[in-house]
Structure formats: C-alpha cells, structure tokens
C-alpha cells in the first residue's frame, strides 16, 4: 500500500516526512519498474530487493521482508539485490539469515553486509558483488565463484564452503571453525594479493588472498591424518 494525494491522485514517495494531509491509503502490488533499476512504476518507490521462484518474481521495499520470503519458499530461488544491504538498522547490529535454500544473490555490483548462509545453500557468482562478513552455520553450506568478500567464516558443526573465486579479506580459522584448506573448491588454491605468492595446503590466512586455479596439483590434507573424513573437505 502507498499514500496518494487525495487531489492529484500522485503517490507519496518521501517515506521521511513526519506529518500527512489531504492522503487515502491505496493497495497494490509492488513491480520493478521498467528500466532494470527496481522502481516501482505504481508509487515510485524504490525496491530493495527481488525475489524469484519457480519463475515468479515478487518486490520489496526491505532485504529482509525478502530474506522472510526466501526461508519461506520452496526450492531454488535468487535474490536480486538493488540497494546497498547494511547490516546496522536504526543503530542496531542485524543479521540476514537464510534458512532454505539453495539460494543466489545476484548484487549487481551493490554492496551487503550480515548475510549469513544458516541451514541454507548460498551461491554467489557476480564479479561486482560486495559483501562484507558471509557465514555459514548449523549445516549451511556456501558456493562462492567470484566477488569481493571481508571476511568468510565457517563453522564447524557440518556446514561447509566451496570457494572457486573471489577476493578475500580474512577466512576465520578459529577453534570451531572450517579450516582454510578445506573450504578450497578441488584445483583452486589461495594466492596472496600483496605478493601473487600461493599458499597451498593453507591451516590460516595471513593476509588478503585470491581463489584461483592452481598451476600445481592441490594436496589432499585430512584433519589429524584421518583419510576417513568426508566433510568440509575439497
């Protein structure tokens, strides 16, 4: 629904101003315009985020009305990104958790914060995409190609990663998470972005590194030599 002049029958897109007059409340369903920017054509507003399934795409006005959406549907889905996601709302730390997947976020070169991959599959492929802290936890399960990314954490409670791509900023390789190595899609390894110096068999990021395919044959490495271990590994 949107405020509309009740003279000019103009729809109110400033949704800042402290007082109305002279409005009616009018229903519709929110579209993304027609020239690819995600306004709707109905009120002028502009749409946050899309979500696709099944060949449906419906639009709103918050990421997390559509991350709600997301966990509520069936089946694969993609997340269409056209503002910035911060992960502060009024001041407040929040995080976008994903429960149900599999999902992809196509940003389009918009940048978003606090998207965790909990219980869900998150698939990132945009080379412009811009993400800050990505986590996957309780079984979630992340599939990263491309992008620039502060900081990935895995925990280690069965969820898992596979990186075949992107920049990264820090991996986490604390107790109770994934080690770096294991989270290596099979023939990439880590590369440092200060030197192009690689780092095969990785237990800890020292710095800023790449995902690239590695001109060498990536060792298997097994956690405390137990060649029975079968998750969270390339």
């Known amino acids: 629904a949107a405020y509309y002049g009740a003279s000019d029958n103009q729809a109110v897109t400033n949704d800042r101003v ?72 009024y001041g407040k730390r929040t995080a976008y958790e994903l429960t149900r997947g599999p999902v992809t976020l196509a940003t389009g070169g918009k940048t978003g914060k606090g998207v965790d991959g909990k219980d869900a599959e998150l698939t990132v492929n945009d080379k412009d995409t811009e993400l800050a802290i990505v986590a996957a936890k309780n079984g979630g399960k992340l599939s990263l190609s491309n992008g620039t990314f502060s900081r990935v954490a895995v925990k280690d409670d069965g969820s898992s990663a596979s990186l075949s791509g992107g920049s990264y900023g820090a991996i986490t390789s604390d107790a109770g998470y994934v080690k770096p190595y294991a989270l290596l899609a099979k023939g990439y390894a880590y590369k440092k972005t200060k030197d192009n110096q690689w780092l095969p068999n990785a237990n800890s990021i020292p710095s800023e590194v790449t995902v690239e395919k590695a001109p060498f044959a990536v060792e298997k490495i097994y956690p405390n030599n137990d060649t029975n271990y079968t998750e969270n590994s390339a």
């Open 18 to 89: 402290n007082t109305l007059e002279n409005v009616k409340v009018v229903s519709h369903t929110h579209n993304g315009g027609t020239d690819g920017k995600g306004t709707c054509s109905i009120c002028g507003k502009q749409m946050a985020a899309s979500l696709t399934v099944g060949g449906k795409t419906s639009w709103y006005t918050a990421f997390a009305s559509a991350i709600e959406a997301a966990n509520a549907a069936d089946g694969e889905k993609t997340i269409t990104l056209y503002q910035n996601v911060d992960d502060t709302v």
